[in-house]
């Protein structure tokens, strides 16, 4: 029996130019990142437009209470200069931030996962892309966990300090699970994806999760393309549309363009 298709959300055009960046991981024990990270937002201040966080941007988070912590303080404060201008902002959750429901001083728009919107005259999905790691059914069920009733009472019900040791060791679990199960089971299911695509009559999915950053085109009939995140512990990727193109790309370098009627 074929898994269902989880329901989405259209959202309207975003204002270009649009990027897109996700697995980022911020945390202390990768101060690289976070400063890489820091320098990539300075450097897309002047192009205004939508910047969209498509999850696990922080590599825990279990309450806004986190955001007095330093490295979140410092990152809001640059997504909040970012904001401030002109560049609109929008985050969708992913594995290790699914708690993230936005934070004093900084008004996020947040979407669910998945969403649909039109660039140029495509239909495309953007999703965090762990649902689509059809093979690990661990982390399906763990999934499951958390977005019902049991996972919204720890997210919502416990104490902070409860809250973030339950998370540290689910992230520390996370951690060694990932070494240990086969790299197979964790990739992303292009079978899956391209369901998605026929079901929601969408022409591209741009995803993150699985860390790959690689660009699969489909040839079709219809030829459909998924674009995915590198992590940037392993330097990063970044998806931008200016209108015309659709571009998976290292920060601050080219990369590898895709037409868009």
């Known amino acids: 029996m074929p898994r269902p298709i ?28 976070v400063e890489a990270f820091l320098g990539w937002l300075e450097t897309r201040k002047p192009a205004g437009g939508t910047l969209v966080l498509l999850g696990d941007v922080f590599d825990m988070w279990v309450n806004k209470k986190q955001q007095e912590d330093p490295i979140p303080r410092r990152v809001l404060a640059a997504l909040a200069d ?20 936005g934070v004093d001083g900084l008004p996020l728009e947040i979407w669910p996962d998945p969403v649909r919107c039109r ?7 953007l999703t965090h892309g762990d649902q689509l790691c059809t093979a690990d059914h661990g982390y399906q069920a763990l999934r499951r966990f958390f977005h019902g009733p049991g996972g919204v009472f720890l997210v919502h ?3 902070y300090r409860v809250q973030r040791f339950l998370g540290e060791g689910t992230r520390r679990l996370s951690m060694r699970e990932t070494g240990r199960k086969p790299r197979a089971d964790m990739g992303l299911d292009y079978g899956e994806a391209l369901r998605w695509m ?10 993150g999760h699985v860390h790959t950053g690689v660009h699969h085109r489909h040839p079709g009939p219809p030829a459909r393309e998924i674009l995915v995140l590198k992590d940037w512990e392993a330097g990063g990727s970044v ?5 015309e193109t659709l571009a998976l790309r290292t920060p601050g370098q080219g990369g590898e363009a895709v037409s868009l009627p």
Do not use: K, W
């Open 239 to 243: 998806i931008e549309f200016d209108g």
């Open 198 to 207: 026929e079901c929601y009559e969408a022409d591209a999915i741009v995803a």
């Open 157 to 159: 019900g416990l104490p």
């Open 119 to 125: 660039l140029g005259e495509r239909r495309v999905v």
């Open 82 to 101: 970012v904001q401030n201008a002109g560049v609109h902002l929008i985050f969708m959750c992913g594995n290790r931030d699914v708690a993230f429901a």
């Open 6 to 33: 989880p329901p989405i959300l259209d959202v309207a055009s975003p204002a270009l130019p649009l990027t897109v960046v996700g697995d980022i991981h911020l945390c202390a024990e990768e101060p690289e990142v």
